[in-house]
């Protein structure tokens, strides 16, 4: 144990030395160092973490409304399809999920707006189709 109280009473004892007080503050200082460093790097990953997880929470939100808007179209396909089937009773069904699908989170201004031109068109042909069998069944009176 000589060896530990020579070093303890060199370093603080009677004969205090430079190379004593310059082994003391280096010491502090690289303490110091250690120390706010490990500070800036906890404050940094914390910030890292926080951030990744508001990057992965908006990336699940746009892949969640990507898939809703697949489905969206999906369904407005179908539903056209229905329509413009022939069949009344589809074309009824057809109509139902349309009007459904114009009042969905998932469609858009433009979404509804394309809604309204096929059921424009489809009634307009229908109209168009309709006129021309009303003419010929006057005509036929006359």
Known sequence: MQPTADFWGELFGPNWTAQGVAATISSAIALVAVGISSIVSWVQGSKTRS????????QETREREFKGREHWWERFEWA????ASGDETRAGVGLIILSDLSVSTWANASDKLLIASVLDELFIEDSDEGEGIEDEASTEGE
């Open 51 to 58: 951030h990744v997880d508001a990057v992965n929470e908006k």
């Open 80 to 83: 056209c399809a229905e329509v």
